[in-house]
């Protein structure tokens, strides 16, 4: 099996009268499908936030460690647990220039990815100047990624309104693995699409993460997907 690129061990993320996430732990592989399931409200976008060292409730992290082994054995929540909203900003602050880069995130909808008032394009160039070894040849890698999610290179030029549904989840899956991120986090992808649309991004993402060695974590509540792409499940559950 091989070695973890993320490892999230035993988070608890609180309020003063609540417990919203209780012991999840889990682990991203190179080429590797985690998939986080469980019932809406259950706390799974606050486990793939916490992964990227955004936590936003007080007191929030009460206990939990957050590792990227291929960085380093630095433990991201040491000083933070128990340190109320303070310690958590300084938290998102230091680990700034990881998200976007090592760990990318795409969210639920691709109207929520996508900036409206700039073109694919000028997305795909910010995304490909986060690259850990930057590329001197930015327009170039801007067509190799669109191909690579099988959009047209006249894409590059269209507004996020003027691509159809499908185009645009491409467009968001573009925009997600431009970076050449370690680990790749998508939100429930799935949400709002037809099913043949929902399976082909589903497939998209599976195929581009397996071909560049990401970890991909995949939140869903689609027993289905997890059955046909799942290596590992990770089940989160709501708590009184």
């Known amino acids: 099996m091989s070695a973890p690129l993320l490892e999230l061990t035993d988070l608890c993320i609180r309020t003063h009268d609540r417990v919203l996430v209780d012991g999840v732990s889990l682990v991203a592989r190179s080429g590797r499908v985690t998939a986080v399931v469980g019932a809406s409200g259950s706390g799974k976008t606050l486990t793939a936030r916490a992964a990227m060292g955004v936590l936003d409730v007080v007191p929030g992290l009460d206990r939990g460690s957050l590792r990227y082994p291929a960085l380093s054995d630095v433990d991201w929540f040491d000083g933070v647990r128990g340190g109320g909203m303070k310690a958590q900003l300084a938290l998102r602050e230091r680990m700034r220039s ?44 801007v067509l190799e990624v669109l191909g690579e999610v099988g959009l047209p290179p006249r894409a ?53 993460a397996r071909r560049h060695g990401v970890g991909l974590v995949l939140i869903t509540h689609n027993a289905d997907t997890v059955e046909r792409v799942a290596d590992e499940v990770v089940r989160v559950g709501r708590h009184p």
Not at 112 to 134: E, M
Not at 157 to 163: T, W, Y
């Open 156 to 208: 590059a030029h269209a507004l996020p309104g003027e691509l159809s549904g499908g185009m645009a989840q491409r467009a968001a899956v573009a925009i997600a693995i431009a970076p050449l991120p370690t680990v790749m986090i998508a939100d429930e992808p799935e949400t709002g699409l037809d099913p043949v649309l929902r399976r082909l991004v589903t497939e998209l993402m599976l195929d581009v």
């Open 98 to 141: 990881l998200r976007g880069a090592y760990v990318t995130y795409s969210p639920q909808s691709a109207s929520s990815a996508l900036n409206p008032g700039r073109t694919i394009g000028r997305q795909l160039a910010s995304a490909v100047a986060r690259r850990r070894t930057p590329t001197e040849d930015v327009p170039a890698a």
